[in-house]
C-alpha cells in the first residue's frame, strides 16, 4: 500500500512535468500550490483577505471549471474590468489555464473607450468589480458590447445588473478539480491595449510561450528568492504589475496588492507586511519621500524597489538609498512583456540616468536610421530581441510588420549604449507623454481637439510635473473659445488623466513639409515648469 501511494505521487510528479501544461501560465499556480501550497500567494491591503497558493489554486480551478461548463472555448477572448485583488489574480489564472484569451481593460477610461476595446477585441464575456456597475450599465447599452453574452460581477455590496450574474455563486458551481489543460505555446494568452500614435489604441498580443520567456528573463536577472513578500500599488491592467505577479507565483514569492496607491499607507504595509520589494513609478517614490520620517515606521525589510515607466530623478536615488533602499531602474515596453533593460544595485548611484543593461536572456541594439549599429554613446533607436517579444497587434499587421523586423522589436525610443553596456534613454516614444506611469499619446487627445466647432488646428506636447512628471499640454488654433471650455470639450471623450491641464492659444500650428507637426519647436518655445503646481 505503500508502495503504491509513492509510485503514484511520483507517477503524478511525472506527468505534469511531461505534459502540455508546462507551457501553459496557468498551470504555474498548479505547479506552486503542488510545490509550495501552504506559502501566502496574496494579501489584500484593504479588503485583509489572505490567501495561500493552495486556496488561490481551488479557487481557480472552481473559475475555470465553471467557465469551461457555460460553454467558453479556447481562444475565445473575456475582459476583467477589474480592481487590484484576488479576483483578478483568480481570473487570470483560471482563463489562462482553459485556454481563453484574457483582455484586461483600464478602468480609468471612459464608456466611449472601453466600448471600443470591447468591440476590438471581440470580447464575448466581461468580468466587472461593483465599483465599475453604473461604468458597465452604460457600457451593456452600447452596440460595441453586443457579442458579450455573459457580465460577471465581483462583490456583493451593490446587487448584480438585471443582465449579470454573480462572481462569486458562479465560481461556486464549479469543481475544484484540476481541469485539464489544452492549450499552451503559441497559444495566444492575453491581449492588453496601448494607445497608439494614430490616436487608436493597439491590442499587444502576447502567447504562453512569449510570457514564459518574459518569467525566465526577468527570474534569470533579479533571481527572487521563495517566501519573499511583494508589494504591488500598480494597476494589473499594466503589463509593469502583471508581469511580476506571474514572476512572484513562479518563484513562490508573496504578492500584497494595494487597490490604490496611497503613500503613507505604502509605508505601513511595508512594515507591517515586512515587505522585501516592489514596482512603483517615479510619481510614487516622489509622494513617498514627502512622508515624514516618523509616519513610515520600520522599512528595514525593504532591500530594494523597481522603477518604472519613466527616468528616476538622481535625488530620489540618493534619498532612497540613505534609507537602505536600493532602486532598480527598469526600462521596458507592453511589446516585450516588460524586460528591456534593467539597473543592477551596485550601479544605481554611479549611473543614475542609466536604464542599466539587458535583461540576462534578452538583447539591445541601439541602430541609426539606416539600421546600422550605432557607435558607443552615440543616440540612436533601441532594438530589442528576445523570445518574450509580443506576437504582434490583434488585427493591425501592417503596424506588426513595422515594428517587429527580422526578429528584433524597433522600439521607436532613442537611447544610446557605452562601452560596458549600459543603455541610457534619451527621448520617448514618438513623443508619448508619461503622466504618474500612464502612457499618454498626443495623437489622441490631437483628434479630439479637433473635432471640436471652433478649432482649426491643435497639438499636444508634455510639461514637466513635480506631481506626475508629465502632463499634457494643449496648444490650439481657436476662435471665440475659453480654456476652460476647451478642455470641458475633452472631458466626455478622454479619461481624466488624459485631460489637458492647460491650454495655449497660437495663431498657427508649425508644420514640416509633409504636414507632420514641428513637436521639437513647440517644445522650445512653450516649455514651462510644473504647469498643473
Known sequence: MVFIEIHDLVWAVFVMAHSDNQSNIGALLQRRAWANGDIEAYVGVESGQRMSFAQLNQRANQLANALRADGIQPGQRVALLLLNGSAFFQAFFALARIGAVIVPLNWRLTVDELAFLCDDSGACRLIYDVEFLTTVKALEQRPETSAIDQWLQVGNSLPPADFAADYGRFCEGGAIDQPAVTSGGDDYLF????????????????????????????????????????????????????????VNVYSGVTSVMMRAFDPQRAWQVIDRERIDSGLVVPAMLQAMSTVAVADRGDHSSLQWLSVGAAPVAPSLIVEYSKLGIQLRQVYGLTETCGPGCVMDDSNGLLRPHSAGRSFFLTDVRIVDAEGRDCERDEAGEVLIRGD??????????????????????????????????FVTILDRKKDMII???????????????????????AAVIGQPSDQWGESPVAIVV??????????????????????????????HIPRNPSGKILKRVLRERYTQTDVDS
Open 435 to 457: 503622466s504618474g506611469g500612464e502612457n499618454i499619446y498626443p495623437a489622441e487627445i490631437e483628434a479630439v481637439l479637433l473635432a471640436q466647432a471652433g478649432i482649426d488646428d
Open 191 to 246: 491581449i492588453m491595449y496601448s494607445s497608439g500614435t494614430t490616436g487608436l489604441p493597439k491590442g499587444i498580443i502576447h502567447s504562453h510561450r512569449t510570457v514564459m520567456a518574459a518569467i525566465q528573463t526577468i527570474v534569470a536577472t533579479s533571481q527572487p528568492k521563495l517566501r519573499q513578500r511583494c508589494i504591488n500599488m500598480l494597476p494589473m491592467f499594466h503589463v509593469g504589475a502583471l508581469t511580476p505577479l506571474l
Open 388 to 421: 518574450h517579444l509580443m506576437v504582434g497587434y490583434w488585427r493591425r499587421p501592417e503596424a506588426t510588420a513595422e515594428a517587429l523586423r527580422d526578429g528584433w522589436l524597433f522600439s521607436g525610443d532613442i537611447g544610446s549604449l557605452d562601452d560596458e553596456g
Open 478 to 507: 481657436a476662435q471665440g473659445l475659453s480654456e476652460q471650455q476647451v478642455i470641458d470639450g475633452c472631458r466626455q471623450r478622454l479619461a481624466a488623466y488624459k485631460l489637458p491641464v492647460a491650454v495655449t492659444f497660437i495663431d
